[in-house]
Nanobody
Framework: QVQLVESGGGSVQGGGSLRLSCAASGYTYRNNVMGWIRQTPGKEREAIACIYTRSGSTDYADSVKGRFTISQNNAENTVYLQMNSLKPEDTAMYYC??????????????????WGQGTQVTVSS
């Protein structure tokens, strides 16, 4: 079992910043990628950032590239998402997820097998 606990969501005005955290525990060795996936009602889930935990290689969706940064603290099994220049369209429930990827992009929501409970991010105009 893997437990993922997100924190750091909230409400912010457009142009502001937030930092999300995701603390992992349990059988974390069964995964090699941590990602952030967001979802709004009526829309498909969107994987926006991910990191290969061993190499530190990252990938970003075009919608957040240059504004969001994913990072990790391996000693604490924690992954972060620094979100800058937030826009109203960034409003969503943000989920931390973990999975095992063998090659290619890690921006594939359906490939993640362990999920957190989500944290809401609301950006006002």
């Amino acid at each position: 079992q893997v437990q993922l606990v997100e924190s750091g969501g909230g409400s912010v005005q457009g142009g502001g910043s937030l930092r999300l955290s995701c603390a992992a525990s349990g059988y974390t060795y069964r995964n090699n990628v941590m990602g952030w996936i967001r979802q709004t009602p009526g829309k498909e889930r969107e994987a926006i950032a991910c990191i290969y935990t061993r190499s530190g290689s990252t990938d970003y969706a075009d919608s957040v590239k240059g504004r969001f940064t994913i990072s990790q603290n391996n000693a604490e099994n924690t992954v972060y998402l620094q979100m800058n220049s937030l826009k109203p369209e960034d409003t969503a429930m943000y989920y931390c997820a973990a999975g095992m990827f063998y090659s290619g992009t890690c921006l594939w929501p359906n490939a993640y097998r362990d999920w957190g409970q989500g944290t809401q991010v609301t950006v006002s105009s």
